[in-house]
């Protein structure tokens, strides 16, 4: 197998972390391969270190002997950015898994990177964390400050960054950072924290977060609207932004992924008859119920208030994520646009992938009030590569991306709206972030990581 570490250092590990805690062999074979399936890559060793100094210490010896190192959380990334593609030492930070105390003064919590975004919303019955996504019960802190990661609340809490109020993180060398007491205001400098937010792994590693929470919304409502299609979806969101003050989210999804779901997953369609697309809106606080009910107007409707009427109701939407998995192995293709060219992205998008891959198949969802859709693609049996993950990259062979993310670029939009650009999208970086940009980038990232170690394939040095 290429890429097998010296004894020696596998010794060296050992001595900080244990000998339980380096996985060689079938043992690490689990972190080396993505959610989707679509990456699949190589990992020499797994380094689980329980806390900072261990992460330190490792990260020095891995720095002295020249060796890359990919940071992994939950391993719920969607585009290759945590997975060790070209045989890099898997960084697992599951073990960092402290949750402190929650302040009642500041509602601030700090937690280690393994603590799942599940145990942080429920840290305390009144608070509740702003980001909520689908894989909240195995994706970590470290890994969502990262990522950045967005989910279905943002268009009220903003994604996991605006969530940040401080950070714990190594440097490759092994120096600790730490700027965690949580001030709101704090102008004594770079605000790094925030930089390191949505870095990928790429600068530091990321070993514990102060978060500020948010009031738990009381008696939230959801309902599922039908809809004839994405302009109809967007022209009413924008209404329910405007003129819903308890406004969550704001969902979009179809009856394609909505059939694949009926079809593979037993979901029962949740309006009959049908209809070609399907806005979901949660809103709380006082007179919630009424503002959606004025919303949904004279269109197919289904409501629920209660716990689990609520949670049947999302998971018609929390589900799509897996819908096109269904049909082969897919590509998730995670962009938004400006707002005023979001209904001609959800319009054309599927017959942009379709004129460069007659046989694909395209499922979209996403959400509509940040002008994000995620476009999952299974690519045509003809495609070099087909629905088949490739060791090392990714599915097919490029022509989606290029196809997607150009169509995209034209309407101003971004190739990663809150996956990240990890292996999947490095390539297409260009397209979207100029010259001068992209050396800034990279003399940023020398100067965190001046032994190039950290996560060196993800996002183009
Ligand atoms: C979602 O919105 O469901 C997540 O971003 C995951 C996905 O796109 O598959
Ligand atoms: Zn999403």
């Not at 001595?15 to 399936?37: K, M, N, Q, R």
């Not at 898997?90 to 280690?112: I, K, N, T, W």
């Not at 004025?294 to 689990?308: F, H, I, M, N, S």
């Not at 971004?414 to 940009?437: C, F, Q, T, Y």
Request: aromatic content about 4%; charged content about 15%; hydrophobic content about 45%.
């Amino acid at each position: 197998m290429p890429g097998e570490l010296p004894a020696g250092l596998l010794r060296k590990f050992a001595s900080v972390v244990g000998e339980a805690h380096v996985l060689t062999g079938d043992a690490a074979a689990g972190y080396a391969v993505d959610w989707t399936g679509g990456f699949t890559g190589h990992a020499p060793a797994v380094l689980r270190p329980r806390d900072t100094g261990q992460v330190a210490a490792l990260l020095a010896l891995c720095a002295d002997a020249g060796v890359a190192v990919v940071p992994q959380g939950g391993n719920t990334g969607l585009v290759g950015g945590g997975v060790p593609l070209h045989g890099e030492v898997v960084l697992s930070l599951a073990r960092l898994d402290r949750l402190g105390p929650v302040d009642p003064d500041s509602g601030q919590v700090s937690a280690g990177a393994g603590v799942s975004l599940q145990q942080v919303a429920d840290a305390d019955p009144a608070l509740d964390l702003g980001v909520f996504i689908a894989s909240r019960h195995s994706a970590t802190v470290g890994g969502a400050v990262a990522t950045n990661a967005g989910g279905l609340r943002v268009l009220r809490y903003g994604p996991m960054r605006a969530q940040l109020r401080g950070i714990e993180a190594v440097l490759s060398g092994g120096t600790v950072l730490s700027h965690m007491s949580g001030l709101v205001k704090d102008n004594t400098g770079y605000d790094y924290p925030s930089l390191l937010a949505g870095s990928e792994g790429t600068l530091a590693v990321i070993t514990a977060a102060r978060l500020q929470l948010v009031p738990r919304m009381a008696g939230p409502v959801t309902a599922i609207i039908g809809v004839d299609g994405p302009g109809e979806a967007h022209a009413l969101a924008r209404r329910a932004v405007r003129e819903a003050g308890g406004l969550l989210s704001a969902e979009f999804f179809t009856q394609a992924g909505l059939d694949l779901l009926a079809e593979h997953a037993g979901l029962v369609p949740p309006l009959r008859p049908p209809t070609p697309a399907y806005l979901l809106l949660e809103a709380a606080g006082p007179g919630a119920d009424e503002e959606l009910a004025r919303l949904a107007g004279d269109r197919p409707v289904a409501v629920a208030t209660g716990a689990a009427e609520r949670a049947r109701l999302w998971a018609y939407r929390e589900r799509h994520p897996e819908a096109a998995g269904f049909l082969g192995v897919p590509l998730k293709l995670d962009v938004s646009v400006p707002a005023a060219h979001w209904v001609r992205l959800a319009s054309e998008v599927t017959g942009v992938v379709t004129g460069a891959d007659p046989g694909a198949r395209v499922i979209t969802y996403g959400h509509v009030a940040d002008g994000n859709l995620h476009v999952n693609v299974v690519p045509g049996t003809d495609v070099a590569g087909g629905s088949v993950a490739v060791a090392g990259g990714s599915v097919a062979d490029g022509r989606h991306q290029d196809a997607v993310f150009s169509f995209v670029a034209s309407l101003g939009g971004s190739i990663s709206a809150e996956h990240g650009i990890g292996a999947l999208k490095a390539r297409w970086l260009p397209l979207v972030r100029s010259d001068a940009e992209r050396a800034l980038f990279a003399r940023i990232r020398a100067a965190f990581d001046p032994a190039g170690i950290l996560n060196p394939r993800v996002l183009p040095r």
